[in-house]
């Protein structure tokens, strides 16, 4: 998954240390970033390469770190070095670096943060960088973090097949599971039993966590669970949010290639037999 990027080591704690003109810098418009990419080489670029090198330094923030290499962040920079362009960071994911596609999706989340809170939603005034957190403050005593939305994915389970959908409306049109925000004052659990019912009309019995997952492209971090069903497993799809749900068995479900996405790794644990429950009737 994305986060996996062994033998390179995340490091996400706080030190806003002052950049240096070796050292590498994230750009970002949209889903985009600054980055130079031959192949499955990809760079990104450093402050010398850039005309006004100390304004630069001068103006970036501190991300986080990779090994012991910081990286930072330029919100307001339009002109991308020469030999370098934004590139939309779905095509770094076979990146050579393993750590490329982590940090363009870091970078994605907390630019998106910093350019959605310059003014304090208290009072107005200004935000300020916290010297010691990443945090931004404001003298009324406002206090904002970066926000992280949590999501769950619910891979519905029975008779030894899984649901796949197809959302309605937007551009992935790959398959998919049950997915969707946890709602105030809800639960994971709770979240995984009405989303299932809401988009498929199907009741849970058992729920199984598997694993979790950053995903700074939409500022969320996922939980994924296999679930089993009691009752008829007709499925009854709400159309407003998917295109198409229906049963694969593991024999139908085809192979998912992609190395990044929760959603992938949990289609293949399951076509690969790899996920067990502790009722008899799943196939396994």
């Known amino acids: 998954m994305i986060q996996d990027i062994e033998p390179f080591e995340f490091n996400n704690q706080y030190a806003p240390v002052k950049p240096e003109p070796g050292n590498i810098f994230i750009t970002c418009r949209n889903t985009s970033i600054i980055a130079a990419m031959n192949g499955n080489n990809v760079a990104l670029p450093t402050f010398e390469m850039l005309y006004d090198p100390a304004s630069a330094m001068e103006d970036a923030i501190y991300a986080f770190s990779i090994d012991d290499m910081p990286v930072y962040l330029l919100i307001d920079q339009e002109f991308p070095p020469e030999g370098f362009d934004f590139i939309d960071i779905h095509k770094l994911y076979d990146a050579d670096l393993p750590w490329i596609p982590l940090a363009a999706a870091t970078g994605l989340h907390l630019t998106a943060w910093y350019r959605d809170n310059r003014f304090c939603g208290r009072c107005g005034e200004k935000f300020t ?19 992280i939305a949590p999501v769950i994915l619910a891979a519905i389970v029975n008779n030894g097949r899984i649901v796949a959908t197809r959302y309605r409306g937007r551009p992935y049109k790959g398959l998919a599971l049950n997915a969707g925000f946890v709602e105030i004052g809800e639960s994971l659990e709770q979240a995984v039993r009405r989303e299932v019912e809401e988009e498929v009309g199907l009741k849970v019995s058992r729920i199984h966590y598997y694993a979790s997952q950053p995903w700074g492209i939409t500022g969320i971090v996922m939980a994924g669970y296999f679930v089993e069903i009691e009752g008829d497993d007709t499925i009854t799809i709400d159309e407003d949010e998917l295109a198409e749900a229906v049963w694969f068995t593991r024999e139908e479900l085809p192979e998912q290639t992609n190395k990044m996405s929760l959603t992938a790794r949990m289609f293949e644990a399951f076509r690969r037999g790899e996920v067990q429950f502790s009722d008899s009737n799943q196939g396994e």
């Open 129 to 147: 960088h916290h010297k010691s957190m990443r945090a931004l403050q404001c003298r009324c005593g406002n206090l904002q973090f970066p926000k």
